[in-house]
């Protein structure tokens, strides 16, 4: 697949494909004699999972760092097992989880206040209304 298919296909611009593949995000591409990018099926999945990563928040120095031994399912594919390169992915994995529990448990607070404000303020109105019935 060319860039641009894989642009469409991803709905990522190939300026930003381009930007992860020099940032060392996007793990080696294959190239065609003329000097293309020739992307595999397992090459976009790969690009749509460090999207995934990005969406949670991961840092692109992150996903780089998670990215630098290449697509574990085509070391799977040839036979290989990168045990290290499987448990630094754990483990980055795993920091991350834990980064993204706090932010969860924060908005379940954030969530709280404004259902307390919320109440606080219909309450505010019933009452009123109540008022204002009891007046007439």
């Not at 641009?4 to 020099?22: D, H, L, M, P, W």
């Not at 992307?39 to 990563?53: P, Q, R, T, W, Y």
Request: glycine fraction near 4%; proline fraction near 2%.
């Amino acid at each position: 697949m060319t860039i641009q298919e894989v642009a469409v296909k991803t709905g990522i611009s190939a300026y930003t494909i381009r930007f992860y593949e020099k940032s060392g995000v996007l793990p080696h591409i294959q190239r065609a004699e003329n000097g293309a990018r020739q992307f595999s099926e397992a090459d976009v999945n790969f690009l749509l999972f460090l999207i995934e990563l990005k969406k949670t928040g991961m840092s692109l120095e992150e996903i780089a760092e998670f990215t630098e031994d290449g697509c574990i399912l085509e070391w799977l594919q040839r036979g290989d097992f990168p045990r290290p390169s499987v448990e630094k992915r754990i483990t980055i994995l795993r920091q991350h989880e834990q980064r993204l529990d706090e932010q969860r448990r924060h908005l379940d607070y954030l969530f709280d206040v404004v259902a307390q404000k919320i109440q606080f303020y219909e309450q505010c109105l019933e009452d009123r209304q109540r008022n204002n019935t009891e007046i007439l």
